[in-house]
């Protein structure tokens, strides 16, 4: 998964906690995206960026906020955990839209108790 | 509503043997299919992919046939080695209105290869 880098790799948050899960990417790519992959739930798609400074929501968004910093750096962000979000996140990147595919990072193991 | 169907969770099948992982869809707007295997602990690489204009794409072992008349893509791993044992997601994406940046997943089929 070379090129999709993201911290933590695990977390533990209690309920109502705040955190921001990290996601760099260094192939000058323009897409980058939230998932997230419950069992039994294959990927769902929380939030998107389709090129710096602007943001879209996926099919999962609520309770979930993101920033695209800068073309390198989408950052997801729970403001108040709840342990509906305890899950294994995602971050992909992609070259624009069309005919291509998505790389991964390595993702985050979040519980939330 | 699911777009992206992988309806069967498991599949298990003898080293050198064939794999036949199915996907089903309902968006007849999708016009990208894509396959990714996932290990544990690791994210999902890109496996192989094929574009609506074409009934097969093949590369290497991996071979995927689209059938756009009943909304199928199909899978072939041939032989399969145990190094193939993970989930297997099934991804789709409508790029007929210009530039679309998503990608549509299924639930994964998890492949076991025995030796």
């Known amino acids: 998964n070379a090129g999709v880098t993201q911290t933590p790799k695990f977390q533990v948050l209690k309920t109502g906690q705040s955190m921001t899960l990290q996601c760099a990417q260094d192939m000058n790519h323009n897409s980058m995206y939230w998932y997230r992959q419950d069992p039994g739930m294959g990927l769902r798609l929380i939030y998107y960026s389709a090129s710096e400074g602007t943001t879209d929501k996926g099919e999962v968004p609520n309770g979930y906020n993101v920033s695209r910093l800068n073309k390198r750096e989408f950052s997801l962000r729970l403001e108040s955990a709840a342990p509906s979000q305890t899950s294994v996140y995602f971050c992909?990147?992609?070259?624009?839209?069309?005919?291509?595919?998505?790389?991964f990072g390595q993702g985050t193991r979040l519980t939330v108790v | 509503d699911q777009q992206v169907k992988q309806n069967s969770p498991s599949l298990s099948v003898q080293e050198g043997r064939i794999s036949i992982l199915n996907c089903d869809y309902t968006?007849?707007?999708?016009?990208?299919f894509l396959w990714y295997k996932k290990y544990p602990a690791e994210g999902p690489t890109f496996l192989i992919s094929?574009?609506?204009?074409?009934d097969k794409n093949e590369d290497g072992r991996f071979t995927v046939f689209l059938n756009k008349s009943a909304k199928h893509l199909s899978l072939h791993i041939v032989p399969s080695q145990p190094g193939d044992s993970a989930v297997y997601f099934c991804?789709?994406?409508?790029?007929?209105?210009?530039?679309?940046?998503?990608?549509?997943f299924g639930k994964g089929t998890l492949l076991t290869v025995n030796p």
């Open positions: 991804a789709a994406s409508d790029n007929s209105g210009g530039s679309n940046y998503k990608l549509t």
């Open positions: 992909a990147m992609k070259e624009g839209g069309g005919f291509t595919e998505a790389f």
């Open positions: 968006n007849s707007m999708f016009d990208y």
């Open positions: 094929i574009s609506s204009i074409k």
